[in-house]
């Protein structure tokens, strides 16, 4: 069951004008912005599907950079993100891709702050529910049955004990969980889907142990 | 708990408890949260639909695009001139419901009900009855419980998304949550609430998104308007008895069939229908010709 809350169908509160082009493109831009860990220098923003050909009328560029401004759905502010990415230094390209992908509302993000780049794919699915489904050209496999938790942490032992530790002692069950990293030692991923709701505060605790980087939650 | 409409309404004749409070029930649990929480969170959502329903009825908003706005204000003023030829109540939800959509596409603050796009049917339904029903606060909150209920059995069966299922996905969703809602506050049974779905699913089967300039303006607007109308009517039919000859659930599935074959042209790429019209596509051509000369300014 893709939709399990109540509030995945009467919710978001957000600006309009689309739940799926807006709310849920200011969602994949608000996770990528927190994976990232930091207002990015430049981002790539690829559009496929409907997100390709009716992202202005819908407002989906000013959502998606909303989001990667760490705006909410229902920030005023994200009216005006276009402006405020300018003043914040933050520059943008946007690209219309051609190519049909299994969802129509997909987009695919490329973050650089200097040497560092994150890249990210999103799909919007509807009632503004978004999934994340690439991560730094890793194809994740989550079900999009749960909340989903992810983690970029130092590759050392240890760092998926102390994660699956806190979420133990708040109660969390971890459904599915997968590692990843590219080079031995250095950053690696962790992506957790869960039973249980995970809140700001336990992101929060996770984000503050020891090997790791940056933390973002999906509900 | 429940899967399909059939199951939630089993529930309700096994716990002797309204669609909406299986609802809580549910949510408690799927998430851990209090009652408290989870009421208020809802409470937070119907002021959010009630403020916007006000600003649309009182202000006149206008579109970027400047292609809608202001027809709540008409609508509401020939309202009060007591000249309504589809009653007072009907065209009352009309007006709110076109409101909500107004100041959506303004890109106000709105409560999405189960998309933006189709935000207004919901809202609209509500408000435009409340003087008829007089409901207290909780019983308001407890019409989105019901609401979502149905949204979520659909969401899961079909789609609520107009990309994926057409706008039958969304102003379609709209209307049976809003039917469904309207039963119960109006004291009918949830079977008569199902059939209620059942009768206002039907009725919006095969309805394409085929919006103007990839906007959620034309037709989404008019089309929440229709849907307000649609869901208290198909209410009324489930009250006075009438039944769907296919259940509910088999409506769904016809609904995520209808939506998987669609054509790609119908749904959300405002490539087909009213966008390609010749009049559609002028005013995409004026639309995003003046936003990319007010950008060349910049």
Redesign the interface.
Known sequence: ????????????????????H??GAARIGRVARQLFGKQPEHVDIHLY??FA???????TDVALVGGLLDYDT?D?R??QALDDAEQAGLSLAFYEEEEELE???TVRLVLRSGVEEMKITGV?????KVEIIELNDYDLKLSGNGPALFILHHDRYGAVATVAGVLAKHEINISYMEVSRKVRGQTALMVIETD??ITPEIAKEISGLPHMFNVATLD | MF?TISELIDITKAKKLPISEV??L??ID????SRET?VR??E??LE?MQAAVDRGINEAVE?H?GLTGGDAVLINNYLRSGQALSGDFLLNAVSMAVATNE???????????????S?GV?PGVLFGMKDKLKPTKEQMVRF??T???V??VI??NA??????GGCQ?EVGSATG?AAAALVEMAGGTPEQAGEAVAMALKNTLGLICD?V?????VPCIKRNAMGASLAIVSADMALAGVKSRIPCDEVISAMHEVGQRMP?AF?????GGLAATPTGKLLQDK??FS?SSQKSRL
């Open positions: 069951m893709k939709f399990r809350s109540v509030f995945d169908i009467i919710g978001p509160v957000m600006i309009g004008p689309s739940s799926s807006t709310a599907g409907s050909k009716t992202y202005k009328g819908h407002g229902f005023e994200i009216v969802h129509p509302n919007s699915i509807g009632g503004g249980q709701s | 899967k609802m809580i549910k949510e799927e998430t851990g949260r989870i969170q809802m937070n959502n959010v579109s695009s100041v959506n596409a303004a890109m106000g603050t709105i409560c999405a009900t189960p998309t933006a796009g935000a919901v989105l419980f609401a979502g209920a949204g979520y969401a899961n789609s609520i998304s107009g990309a994926a996905a949550m919006p300039a990839g906007l959620v303006e790609k749904k959300e790429t405002a490539e639309i995003f936003t």
